[in-house]
């Protein structure tokens, strides 16, 4: 069995910062890519960043220039580093881990706010 458990989240000013943190509890799991999702209200889940075993990253336009993702695989952790926050950075954040066999597992969420 598999469970992420994120923390970081927040209330934060406009252009304050903020790191987010998922572990992933899963012995002897190996995760190839693991993301960083987010969902403000009545919107949809957007992929916010994503990176691989190896530390390739990819990132949404929005957060180009202002997060990083990052991962430690020994600790089976994703962390996003949010610098110069916006009040449309407001959302809760989940992270997701895939395996190399196609499983998808997800966190339960953190809140970020953003206040203007």
């Known amino acids: 069995q598999v469970q992420l458990v994120e923390s970081g989240g927040g209330i934060v000013q406009a252009g304050g910062s903020l790191r987010l943190s998922c572990a992933a509890a899963?012995?002897?799991?190996?995760?190839?890519?693991m993301y960083w999702y987010r969902q403000a209200p009545g919107k949809q889940r957007e992929l916010v960043a994503a990176?691989?075993?190896?530390?390739?990253?990819n990132y949404a336009d929005s957060v180009k220039g202002r997060f990083t993702i990052s991962r430690d695989n020994a600790k089976n952790t994703v962390y996003l580093q949010m610098n110069s926050l916006k009040p449309e950075d407001t959302a809760v954040y989940y992270c997701?881990?895939?395996?190399?066999?196609?499983?998808?597992?997800w966190g339960q969420g953190t809140q970020v706010t953003v206040s203007s």
């Open positions: 997701k881990a895939a395996t190399p066999y196609g499983s998808h597992y």
């Open positions: 990176i691989s075993r190896a530390g390739g990253t």
């Open positions: 899963a012995s002897g799991s190996i995760f190839n890519v």
